[in-house]
DNA sequence: TGTTAGCACTCAACTCGATAGAGTGCTAAT
DNA sequence: ATTAGCACTCTATCGAGTTGAGTGCTAACA
């Protein structure tokens, strides 16, 4: 049985209510509800017809009804109207734009978390393949060396590197150089065993400073691959009471702080085909078992040179879709905006 | 009145088994668990006594005793018995030290959680004054510089500088020279107007870059002093029914979550006198209105050069302080320690 | 004088039954 | 096809009664 207009608009109807009040619907608040101007009775009629068709539930014989699941995902991929909301505020919080990358995410997440009233996560942006892009070498002090590490999207990390002995600027100079000429432009995988013995020897009495080096480079690649996840507004929760049970909550608050597994989430959204860059995850769809009551809706964005991020926001199944998908994709443009910008000013 | 010893016994012999339970407990259940062979009658008169001197209450009429506040301040201050826990496990675990400070930090705080059963949360270390101790400026590209700012115990900081026009190496040499030879050593203080405009001066046509440098120096050392702090087993708290209802809970997460509200009891524990370097705070003395409920234990730890960083943990009143105590004594040593050890490494 | 046995009393927590009320399903009338 | 009406179901709630842990007090005892 396909469902009719009629069905649609009542089934529409009791998801409103209940995002709104969290309390199962009964017939005669529908029949109030819409302009159908339908009794109690025809809707009860109804509701059994949609109940049989598994778009809602009842917990108990004489409650009113739930969304399933299903009901849920019918509503989210066809039922939920676009419409413009008012995420001016939003915008203006994030025009003023924070320097440092760590601290525009953190931003970003608590503006979404204080925003929508749900628990938020973002990450940072993501190389797929990252290159070295420049290294450079210095002395701090006699027994220190400073290496430098630019990847791929200027992500830059340093490495302090011990030795024993004074080297001369001239010699910084040349094991500069000779960095520089061979790695430039490599990824980790470019960069071969035979390559590593090869620098070593032009380095001739240096070779262990390479070496040195050369693991710095690797374990900062690495490192930028270990993602970092940023939360905010865990304690929104507690606002809603089918979340708040001591267990739930434990389980819900310890997957927030146990950020790899979140990871999961991530690695999931992340496959997003072009042009569906939202996803909405309903009850059991979630890829982490602790959200199974929860709904998540996760946007990636893009931040130039192929790297990635992803938003997620996590609140109870009866979650206000339309203004979290709205909001999602309003902060969506912000970011990828964001990086245009930044080009832009990098060429002046 | 002063406490004679077996009230001090019964008083402890309370404490000891509400910590176990959290339960208030009775007159029958003291005459049993102590050594005292004393009939449940006289337990309670003594009891009653120690009810009249604040160290214990009663929740209502008819139930047992649980501690006061100064009950339990008493028994922290004079009555916990030292003794040498199996923190083995715990010192193996940080011996196999990481590299990164952060990574460090972060696991500690993990480690401390998953072996008090509480929640927990560490600070970075950070330097009271901070000067500055190299500065690198190198070419990444055409359009940018990259400026590396070392500052008082190896924090290092990068920051990308847009230029407009190409900058031979001879000019690189010498901006590089330029600021190197005037900006080392100073603090923030140090640095004073007249000296950027005469640096700027010398720099000539380069002004601009020396002040878009001296910015970012001054950045870095601001953004050093704005303390990272992590946290730990923040859903421990629902192990303890008296934190876990759930207005009590959301108000936790969200302190354990605005890490800023924690700075306050960074700022108060930081006061410590030499020697004294654990401190306790007992429900209301909590210097965060949201943690009247709790206890709080923190530690200092001091990582050289006048650096220090704080290690906090909360759990219920009812808390094994103890255990707990100890704990702290042991992680601070090992955290003390691991700077010598670096120290050692610096100059073998 | 300190300790203890005994007893009356208190109070939270639990159980049980009754009741109210929201909501349903079914049937018969429109 | 829709609706009014009614019997039925089930939860939530309230109050009464019960239980049991624990106390305070008193009188007896060593």
Chains 1, 2 share one sequence.
Do not use: W
């Amino acid at each position: 049985m396909m469902l009719d207009e009629r069905k649609k608009k009542i089934l529409q109807a009791i998801i409103r209510n209940y995002l709104e009040t969290g309390e199962p619907v009964g017939s005669r608040t529908i029949s109030k509800y819409t302009d159908l101007n339908l009794s109690s009775a025809t809707i009860r009629n109804e509701m059994a017809d949609l109940e049989e068709l598994g778009y809602i539930v009842q917990p108990h014989t004489s409650a009113g009804r739930i969304p399933s699941d299903k009901g849920y995902r019918l509503y989210v991929d066809s039922m939920m109207e676009e419409n413009a909301k008012q995420v001016e505020e939003l915008k203006e919080m994030l025009v003023e734009k924070e320097e440092k990358m760590d601290h525009l995410l953190k931003q970003v997440a608590k503006v979404l978390a204080v925003n929508t009233n749900y628990a938020t996560m973002i990450t940072a942006p993501r190389c797929q393949r990252n290159k070295l892009k420049f290294i450079q070498l210095s002395r701090v002090d006699e027994n220190q060396l400073l290496a430098v590490i630019v990847i791929e999207g200027n992500v830059i990390k340093n490495s302090m590197i011990s030795i024993s002995e004074h080297l001369d600027d001239e010699t910084m100079l040349k094991l500069n150089m000779l960095l520089n000429t061979h790695l430039n432009g490599l990824s980790i995988e470019d960069i071969s065993l035979g390559m590593i013995t090869a620098l070593k020897q032009q380095a001739g009495h240096y070779g262990t400073i390479i070496g040195d080096v050369i693991d710095a480079v690797a374990e900062t690649i690495k490192e930028d691959e270990d993602l970092e996840i940023y939360t905010s507004g865990t304690n929104n929760i507690f606002k809603y009471p089918e979340l708040a049970d001591n267990r739930r909550a434990s389980e819900l608050i310890n997957t927030f702080e146990e950020k790899q597994l979140l990871s999961q989430l991530i690695d999931d959204s992340d496959t997003t085909e072009p042009g569906h860059e939202i996803k909405v995850y309903i009850g059991e769809e979630a890829p982490i078992q602790t959200m199974k009551d929860c709904s998540i809706v996760t946007a990636n964005y893009e931040f130039g040179e192929g790297m990635k991020g992803t938003i997620g926001i996590i609140g109870p199944k009866r979650m206000d879709y339309e203004k979290v998908v709205g909001t999602l994709k309003t902060i969506k443009v912000q970011l990828d905006a964001l990086y245009q910008q930044d080009d832009k000013k990098k060429l002046p």
